[in-house]
């Protein structure tokens, strides 16, 4: 089993006749997921490598039953693209733009409360469930199938972490990149409880970074709500306050969201925290030599 | 992004929040003048640099007349100010900010911040100004004021009253308070900040308010709509390797160690540096070449690395996705050829044609420590600066 997607997920590239959106919706099909549309208005009625292009999101969905979005549309209108997949009844909408105005995100937040969309990004590498299906520009190959799920603020650290577990023969149900940024969408918690729930999924590796307080919040709603192992990394232990690290939302800011903040928290709620980040996929084999499976 | 305080002030005032009368100079002459125009009383004389604790660093001066104005400004401009946020170079001063001075009956602080897990702007306000918010956010929680805005309805005016009544002010000081408030939080929004703060507000024995002092930070990625925001970037204020670097698009951060870092993505760069410091060593640099990093990226990147003296090793960690390892090796060598190189260098790469890209470093003749894994990599990165002494 998996979340969010799975063989079945029917996607909608928006901005498909971009350069990124060509190559990854290529990179995306090779892997197995099913892409059923794309979008780039004024371009409705081409095709791009098979796939119909649609004027706009609710004209893909009618004519091919899109359930999810992927979208590869630069930062000053990839706010609009996210309201209008949640408008078109998108269910699973994954930004993979970096770049997006903060107040832009403050208000995409507030328009898909109460909506039935999920928000996965913006500035991530997207989600693949191992085997079944990708929507995202993670390289498809170092994933194996399996039951460890991963919940990350980070790109190419979740690619190190998936390569050390794929290795030592430990598969992954679905890995989910939620974002790098101040403001995003599904968050550690929200994913936490979908793992949860998962008969696929045994165990819950997270990786956090400085910045906010998702993680304190994880730590909470673990600690009361799950039964299941959760393993994590958090980077920027040795960052300097008040820069931002790269990503728009690692930042430590009036000496709040250290990295030590954050890993005391998770210890006390139960949480394996692994602080090499080398010995991620030795500590979940040693933990599930330890739950004896 | 951060700007000066009197470019922050010069912003309030055309959203109509009060500040002293005044201007920026850069030079004695200038102060002399600008003092003039205010008079012969109580005149403030200010470094401007992008840190706080001027005060107590001597950036800072009160006098009564234009010709001590000009004479603090000699002293001040030109001076390398130290505060607790400078380092211990310290910044050079390069302006001053000539206000009038204030009689001051109470310091307020008055800020807009972002609340990441709430999804907000949030309003915060305290009668306890002119000290950090953060300190008394610690201390005294309950000596703050807050209010979470709305998004899909702004922030309203009897938001600003809560605020205002909620301090404790008597009704005709709520009035003014609100009409600082609702400027403050009105270009907070329309700039695209990231912090808008005015601290201290100050209540002066006339009974007005005022914005002692000024802070705004801009949200990066909301500049380019604000052309005129993107101006105010003063790049004498960072450090001259981190603007060669935004030059070329990459994340670098100066640190103090000397195991210099060229990593693809900001965890992974962060996960590096945290690793090097597990096995013992200091970190001289974050460096993130982009999760998509080219060869022309990693080139420049290494140049900016090995303009750092302090750097007595190299760790390069690379996790190639859909960029080629081979790709990436070639640009390494390619940059090791072009950049003189007397320090050791620690490769790790891994992903997609990982073989091919280790033959090629193996191959290049140069004097690469190839090695398998983070830990294998950091491991190394120590035996190095070992047998360097």
């Not at chain 1, 299906?133 to 199938?145: D, E, F, L, Q, T």
């Not at chain 2, 009038?100 to 309003?123: F, H, N, T, W």
């Not at chain 2, 507000?201 to 002692?212: D, H, N, P, Q, S």
């Amino acid at each position: 089993m998996s979340i969010l997607v799975d063989e079945k997920t029917k996607v909608v590239v928006q901005g498909i006749t971009g350069n990124e959106g060509i190559f990854h919706s290529q990179q995306m099909v090779e892997y197995g997921t099913k892409v059923v549309a794309g979008v780039t208005p004024g371009k409705g009625g081409q095709k791009i490598d098979g796939i119909p292009v649609f004027n706009t999101v609710s004209e893909a969905v009618k004519n091919t039953h899109a359930n999810a979005s992927a979208i590869f549309v630069p930062p000053a209108f990839a706010a609009d693209a996210i309201l209008e997949a949640a408008d078109a009844g998108i269910s699973i909408i994954v930004c993979l733009t970096e770049g997006i105005p903060t107040l832009d995100m403050v208000m995409v937040r507030e328009y898909l409360k109460g909506k039935e969309s999920g928000l996965i990004g913006p500035n991530t590498p997207g989600i693949i469930s191992p085997g079944k299906s990708k929507i995202g520009v993670m390289a498809g190959y170092i994933h194996k199938p399996g039951t460890v799920g991963i919940i990350s603020r980070s790109g190419t650290l979740t690619y190190e972490v998936v390569d050390q577990l794929t290795k030592k023969g430990i598969g992954q149900s679905t890995c989910v990149g939620i974002g790098g940024d101040q403001i995003i969408g599904l968050n550690f918690v929200d994913l936490l409880a979908m793992f949860e729930k998962d008969p696929g999924t045994e165990a819950v590796i997270m990786i956090g970074e400085i910045g906010g307080t998702a993680e304190e919040e994880a730590a909470r709603f673990i600690e009361k709500r799950m039964s299941k192992p959760v393993l994590a990394f958090i980077a920027g232990l040795t960052a300097p306050p008040g820069r931002r690290m790269g990503h728009a939302g690692a930042i430590i800011s009036g000496g709040k969201g250290t990295a030590k903040e954050k890993m005391e928290a998770l210890g006390k709620a139960g949480v394996r925290v692994v602080r090499n980040p080398a010995l991620v996929g030795e500590e979940m084999e040693a933990l599930f030599k330890r739950k004896g499976s | 992004m951060k700007i000066h305080e009197y470019q922050a002030k010069e912003i309030l005032k055309s959203y109509g929040v009060p500040v002293p009368k005044g201007g920026v100079a850069e030079n004695p002459e200038e102060a002399r003048k600008i003092a003039e125009g205010i008079g012969e009383k109580a005149i403030v004389v200010k470094a401007q640099i992008h840190a706080g604790g001027r005060g107590k660093g001597g950036g800072v001066r009160l006098v009564n007349h234009p010709k001590e104005a000009e004479k603090a400004a000699k002293e001040i401009i030109g001076m390398a100010l130290i505060t607790r946020q400078t380092g211990p170079a310290g910044r050079v001063v390069r302006k001053v900010l000539i206000e009038e001075g204030m009689k001051i009956q109470e310091e307020l602080y008055l800020g807009v911040v972002i609340d990441r897990s709430k999804a907000c702007p949030v309003i915060m306000a305290s009668r306890e100004g002119g000290v950090e918010i953060e300190k008394v956010a610690a201390e005294s929680p309950e000596k703050i004021v807050k209010e979470w805005v709305d998004p899909s309805i702004g922030l309203r005016a009897f938001q600003a009253n809560k605020i205002g009544y909620g301090l404790g002010l008597e009704p005709a000081q709520v009035g003014k308070m609100r009409n600082i408030i609702l400027g403050l939080y009105k270009a907070f929004y329309e700039k695209d900040c990231l912090l808008a703060e005015i601290n201290p507000l100050v209540l002066t024995k006339g009974g007005e308010f005022i914005a002692l002092d000024a802070k705004m930070n801009f949200d990066d990625n909301g500049l380019f709509r604000h052309k005129e925001i993107a101006a105010f970037r003063d790049l004498n204020e960072e450090a001259p390797l981190e603007v060669e670097a935004s030059k070329y698009n990459l994340n670098y951060i100066k640190l103090d160690g000397n195991v210099g870092c060229m990593v693809n993505g900001a965890g992974l760069a962060m996960a590096t540096m945290d690793i090097i410091k597990v096995v013992g060593a200091e970190p001289a640099n974050f460096l993130d070449v982009g999760g998509g990093a080219t060869v022309e990226m990693v080139k420049n990147g290494f140049k900016i690395l090995m303009s750092d003296p302090g750097v007595k090793v190299v760790f390069i960690n690379i996790f190639g996705g859909i960029l080629r390892c081979d790709t990436l090796a070639k640009g390494v060598t390619e940059a090791v050829r072009e950049v003189k190189v007397n320090v050791p260098i620690v490769v790790r790469l891994e992903g997609t044609n990982v073989e091919e890209g280790r033959r090629i470093l193996k191959e290049s003749g140069l004097n690469f420590t190839v090695v398998i894994g983070m830990k294998d990599g950091a491991e190394k990165v120590v035996e190095a600066l070992k047998a360097k002494g």
